[in-house]
């Protein structure tokens, strides 16, 4: 599966979010973590694990009792998918700006900075003085004079 496929709706993503924090969960488990955390009934509950399973993202083994439930793609792959598809639909000019806006409004380590300051360090050697725009016309403002 490419990182670009995968689609969990926010629901389906609280679930996600269980069975990475537990790596193998059994659904008894997150029906009483779900019934701690929201307002949801157990049928939507099980619901939403059947669709995660049947899209691929969960593993079952059913050789035991109650059956294991383990993340079939990890959160690091999931959350980069997520931003990269966001970030895809947006114009390349505009991406700069972004990133910026994220820097500015999440709190990083040293060590994350550091990391990043080198790699930009990096980028810089082979940057362009400008960023093109590959948007199709009538899909950002660059094509407007
Ligand atoms: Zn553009």
């Known amino acids: 599966m490419s ?10 993503w609280e679930i996600m979010r269980m069975v990475w924090a537990e790596q193998t969960i059994t659904s008894p488990k ?19 694990i059947g669709r995660l399973i049947e899209k691929g993202y969960l593993n079952k083994d059913t050789t035991v009792r109650p059956m294991l439930l383990s993340p079939a793609i990890s959160e690091e792959e999931a959350n980069y998918s997520r931003i990269d598809e966001k970030v895809s639909q947006m114009c390349t000019k505009d991406r700069g700006a972004l990133i910026t806006h994220l820097i500015e409004n999440n709190e990083l380590s040293i060590d994350e ?17 400008t960023v093109t725009c590959l948007c199709p016309v009538g899909q950002c403002s660059c094509h407007i004079n």
Do not use: C, G, R, Y
């Open 113 to 129: 900075i550091e990391e990043m300051i080198h790699f930009l360090k990096e980028k810089k050697q082979t940057a362009p003085k």
């Open 30 to 48: 997150i029906l009483e973590l779900s019934s701690n955390l929201f307002d949801w009934k157990s049928s939507t509950v099980k619901t939403l």
């Open 3 to 12: 990182s670009t496929d995968i689609t969990i709706t926010p629901t389906e």
